[in-house]
C-alpha cells in the first residue's frame, strides 16, 4: 500500500523550462533596453553558457555575463535583467493541468506528499509560495539539505525518514529518469515517470508506471 508520494519539483510539478525560458527572455529584452550592446542572441548564447558551466539553478548568471562583458558591473543593466526576470518569473510559473486538484484528493486520501528536489531551498520554497503549494508539503528535501544530489541514495532516504514511511510504501514520481527513477528504486521505492513533463524525449525509463498525466496517480495510489 502506497502510504506517501514524494515529487519532483521541476518538469513535474510545475513547468521549469518553460518558465525559465519566458524569464530569460524577458530579462534580455531589459538589459538590451538599459544599455546592453549586444545582440539578444549572442546574449542568450552567453548565459546558456554560464548555465552549462555553472548549473541551471546559478543565481549569479547575470553578474557573470556583465562582468564577463564589461570586467565590471553596471549595476543599471544588471538591476534591468534581474527585475524583468524576477516579473516574467512569477507572472510564467505555473503548475501543469490537474496538479492541484491531484494533490487535494491525495491529501483526502491521507496520503503523506513530500518534494525531493536538486534546488537550493531558497528556490525551492519560492517556487512552492509562487503557486501558493507551500501548505500542501510538510515536507521537503533541497540540495541543500544533504549536500547531494539525485541519484544519491541520500536525499531519497532523507525523505523517507522524515514522512516516516518504509520505501515500499512510498512513490516517487519525476521527469529525470536518470536522477528520479534511479535514486528511488536504488532505496527500493516505486517510482513513477512523468511522461508529461518530458523535455528529453525519453524513450526508456524503467519506472514502474507512466503518467501521462498527474491525475493518473489517483489510479495508483488508491
Not at 17 to 22: E, F
Not at 165 to 173: I, Y
Request: charged share 30%.
Amino acid at each position: 500500500m502506497i502510504k506517501a508520494v514524494v515529487f519532483d519539483l521541476d518538469n513535474t510539478l510545475v513547468d521549469f523550462m518553460s518558465m525559465k525560458k519566458r524569464a530569460i527572455d524577458a530579462a534580455i529584452d531589459a538589459m538590451v533596453d538599459a544599455g546592453l550592446e549586444l545582440q539578444p542572441q549572442e546574449i542568450r548564447d552567453r548565459i546558456d553558457a554560464i548555465y552549462k558551466e555553472r548549473g541551471i539553478e546559478y543565481q549569479q548568471v547575470f553578474d557573470d555575463l556583465i562582468y564577463n562583458i564589461f570586467q565590471k558591473i553596471d549595476h543599471r543593466v544588471l538591476a534591468s535583467g534581474i527585475i524583468a526576470y524576477r516579473r516574467a518569473r512569477e507572472a510564467a510559473l505555473k503548475p501543469y493541468p490537474h496538479v492541484t486538484a491531484t494533490l487535494m484528493e491525495l491529501i483526502r486520501r491521507g496520503v503523506k506528499l513530500a518534494v525531493l528536489t536538486d534546488a537550493p531551498s531558497r528556490e525551492a520554497w519560492l517556487r512552492l509560495c509562487y503557486i501558493n503549494f507551500h501548505h500542501f508539503f510538510d515536507v521537503a528535501v533541497t540540495f541543500d539539505d544533504t549536500g547531494e544530489r539525485k541519484p544519491s541514495e541520500k536525499p531519497f532516504r532523507m525523505a523517507l525518514n522524515k514522512l516516516g514511511v518504509k520505501p515500499e510504501e512510498a512513490l516517487m514520481v519525476g521527469d529525470w529518469p536518470e536522477r528520479d527513477v534511479v535514486g528511488a528504486k536504488a532505496v527500493g521505492m516505486k517510482t513513477a515517470f512523468a511522461r508529461y513533463g518530458d523535455t528529453f524525449g525519453t524513450k526508456e525509463h524503467d519506472a514502474d508506471y507512466e503518467l501521462t498525466d498527474i491525475s493518473d496517480l489517483l489510479k495508483i495510489v488508491i
